[in-house]
């Protein structure tokens, strides 16, 4: 993954069969484990590295023997999904000033604006540049603009903001996706997160959607009540992301 505040940073990746035993599944982390210390070794020798990997939540062994090989979770990613069969969510009372309206391109760079504004503090959000800006949500060809809202000011700019992508995964077709939710600091506990969430899910029931699903951190408490709030539940498909930092020696 290249070097960065002068670590070489190696991501371990593992996709495996889940009919496999076990044997297979040790050797094959025991290989990783070597393989990433020769890549160290043969690039970057004269700085630390940092090994970086994703447990799921139900991968008991995986967590077990990555924190015997001394891995440290770094953070914790929740997995929530809202059944659109269930009770609507109430709306909040949201600022007089401020009107809700589906998402127009013309919004388009207020939007991602607001949204470096809004993450800006966010420990695990990169203030994305233009270009990673359209890779992000809007850009996408999953976007989906009848279900994404913005709070737009009497100044015409965004205060607030929800995007919402269909689900690539196969398997998940009746599916959408929240990708990103943000209130900027002046604009917050006054219902509009709460608002435009509500309008995404009346939006993706009305387009024939059943679920909608979504990742936050862990530690995002804000957002882990906001969604509870309203009628999300934890899945159990969350995962950490584990680190381990290998010496500049170049020996693990
Ligand atoms: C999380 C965030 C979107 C909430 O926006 P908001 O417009 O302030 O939220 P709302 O006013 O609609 O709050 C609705 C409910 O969410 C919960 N909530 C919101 N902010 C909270 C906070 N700082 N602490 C605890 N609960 C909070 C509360 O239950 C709140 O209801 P209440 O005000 O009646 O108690 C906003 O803090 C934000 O932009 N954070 C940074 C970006 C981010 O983390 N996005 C989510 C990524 S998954």
Redesign the pocket.
């Known amino acids: 993954m290249g070097v960065a505040a002068d670590a070489l940073r190696l991501r371990l990746t593992r996709a495996i069969r889940p009919d496999i035993g076990d044997e297979v599944d040790s050797h094959l982390h025991s290989w990783l484990l070597e393989k990433a210390g020769r890549l160290h070794r043969e690039r970057a020798p004269e700085l630390d590295a940092i090994l970086g990997t994703r447990c799921g939540d139900s991968q008991q062994t995986l967590s077990s023997r990555l924190t015997d090989a001394g891995f440290e979770p770094t953070w914790r990613k929740v997995d929530m999904v809202h059944d659109l069969n269930t009770p609507r969510p109430t709306d909040?009372p949201t600022p007089p000033e401020l009107v809700i309206v589906p998402f127009e391109t013309r919004y388009d760079e207020r939007t991602w604006r607001a949204h470096n504004d809004?993450?800006a503090?966010?420990p695990s959000?990169a203030v994305l540049d233009r270009e990673s800006w359209q890779q992000h949500a809007t850009g996408l060809s999953s976007f989906l603009p009848g279900a994404s809202f913005v709070a737009v000011t009497p100044e015409d700019d965004v205060a607030?903001f929800v995007l919402t992508v269909r689900d690539t995964d196969d398997d998940r077709r009746n599916d959408a996706v929240l990708e990103?939710?943000?209130?900027r600091v002046a604009?917050?506990?006054?219902?509009?997160?709460?608002?435009l969430v509500a309008e995404a899910l009346r939006a993706c029931r009305t387009n024939g959607f059943e679920r909608v699903r979504?990742?936050?951190?862990s530690a995002?408490?804000?957002?882990i009540?906001?969604y509870v709030?309203l009628g999300f539940i934890e899945t159990g498909r969350g995962y950490s992301v584990l680190t381990r930092r290998l010496k500049a020696s170049g020996n693990t």
């Open positions: 909040a809004a993450y503090a966010s959000a607030a990103c939710v943000g209130t604009w917050r506990r006054r219902g509009l997160a709460r608002t979504l990742q936050a951190d995002n408490s804000a957002a009540e906001l709030k």
